[in-house]
């Protein structure tokens, strides 16, 4: 598994292969988790929202409806790295919810270095609202769009790592 903006790349649209494959993006939480979709021809990611759940359970359950509601091919989930590259507690538990989603889908994961993602969407969503109250609650869907859009920003070097 290689370390990098992006990795354990596996099943993407080859250039001879004129198929389309559709991404969902997501930032997870233990609260919230954030949701994208975009795909390898638009190359553009747009929010779809937030899944507010604190059970497992539920916010799997969450997650398989999303992916079949999107027709979703592939998952890019946001590690989040220390600064140092490490991984921390939270990547541990990112790492264990893509697990289960991978075995409960059957759909193929892609981790994304989302070390800055939700101060982007910060950014993002500062520059269009003023209140902070509307500034919070888009940000996890936010977060998830500019970890796919990173992803699918960069999908002609992942597709030449595969």
């Not at 109250?133 to 936010?142: A, V």
Request: glycine residues 8%; aromatic residues 4%; charged residues 25%.
């Amino acid at each position: 598994m290689e370390i990098g903006n992006s990795f354990a790349i596996d099943n993407l649209q080859s250039p001879i292969d004129n198929t389309v494959v559709r991404y969902l993006g997501i930032d997870y939480g233990q609260k919230r988790i954030g949701l994208a979709v975009g795909d390898s021809q638009s190359r553009i990611a747009t929010p779809i929202g937030t899944i507010h759940e604190t059970k497992a359970d539920r916010q799997l359950a969450e997650s398989i409806n999303r992916i079949e509601e999107y027709a979703v091919n592939a998952l890019v989930i946001g590690l989040p790295l220390n600064m140092d590259g490490s991984e921390g507690p939270q990547a541990k538990e990112t790492r264990m919810f893509a697990d289960q989603l991978a075995k409960a889908s059957g759909k193929p994961v892609h981790f994304h270095d989302e070390r800055l993602s939700s101060f982007s969407a910060q950014e993002l969503v500062g520059k269009i609202s003023r209140t902070r109250k509307k500034k919070r609650r888009p940000i996890d869907s936010i977060a998830a769009q500019v970890i796919l859009q990173e992803f699918l920003d960069n999908l002609d070097q992942v597709e030449s790592k595969g």
